[in-house]
């Protein structure tokens, strides 16, 4: 389904006649050819790209979560996703909308173990770690664990999230 959606925005929007098998094809070779150049990383064979700091005491923002995806060959399955920015990837592109425009990903499908293993070497050389997450505790766990100096932030939406459910509590609690 996901290849057959990519065949139509590719000829609606582009006018590129490909076709889904072929969407798929060149999805999986370069999933492929990712995998085993993280796999240099992981190893210790290369070192990681990192984002590049005017100074080494500049802050790097880490983000990461998780979802569940259903997948034909083993069903429901995890996807992580991970994106490091420096503050300076951070511009403003309208007046109150700013935009992150260089960031480095590490996805994993599977679960939490192995992708912090890929993850671990991206975040690995810098010096003062902003992690923005959601709640999930395999994340505040890792980051405790790992780096328990660097500051870490419940984002937006997870945040407002907690407020709104408290919120709710309260005034259904006042209602009783």
Same mark, same amino acid.
């Given at each position: 389904?996901?290849?057959?959606?990519? %065949?139509?925005?590719?000829?609606?929007?582009?006018?590129? $006649?490909?076709?889904?098998?072929?969407?798929?094809? #060149?999805?999986?070779?370069?999933?492929?050819?990712?995998?085993?150049?993280? !796999?240099?990383?992981?190893? $210790?064979?290369?070192?990681? +790209?990192? =984002?590049?700091?005017?100074?080494?005491?500049? +802050?790097?923002?880490? /983000?990461?979560?998780?979802? /569940?995806?259903?997948?034909?060959?083993?069903?429901?399955?995890?996807?992580? =996703?991970?994106?490091?920015?420096?503050?300076?990837? @951070?511009?403003? #592109?309208?007046?109150?909308?700013?935009?992150?425009? !260089?960031?480095?990903? #590490? @996805?994993?499908?599977?679960?939490?173990?192995?992708?912090? &293993?890929?993850?671990?070497?991206?975040? %690995?050389?810098?010096?003062?770690?902003?992690?923005?997450?959601?709640?999930?505790?395999?994340?505040?766990?890792? #980051?405790?664990? @790992?780096?328990?100096?660097?500051?870490?932030?419940?984002?937006?939406?997870? &945040? =407002?999230?907690?407020?709104?459910?408290? &919120? &709710?509590?309260?005034?259904?609690?006042?209602?009783?």
């Amino acid at each position: 389904m996901f290849f057959e959606e990519g %065949e139509h925005i590719l000829s609606e929007l582009l006018g590129i $006649g490909i076709s889904s098998r072929q969407i798929q094809r #060149v999805s999986e070779h370069y999933g492929s050819v990712i995998e085993k150049e993280q !796999e240099t990383y992981v190893s $210790g064979k290369e070192e990681a +790209p990192a =984002v590049k700091l005017k100074t080494k005491d500049d +802050p790097v923002y880490m /983000m990461f979560d998780g979802c /569940m995806l259903f997948s034909r060959e083993d069903g429901w399955k995890e996807m992580k =996703v991970g994106r490091i920015f420096n503050g300076q990837s @951070c511009v403003q #592109v309208q007046q109150n909308r700013k935009e992150i425009i !260089e960031s480095q990903y #590490v @996805c994993h499908f599977g679960g939490h173990k192995e992708f912090l &293993a890929k993850w671990e070497c991206y975040t %690995e050389p810098y010096k003062h770690k902003v992690f923005i997450a959601d709640g999930a505790k395999w994340i505040w766990n890792w #980051v405790e664990d @790992c780096y328990p100096d660097a500051v870490q932030i419940l984002d937006f939406f997870h &945040a =407002v999230e907690k407020i709104g459910t408290f &919120a &709710a509590n309260q005034y259904t609690r006042l209602l009783v």
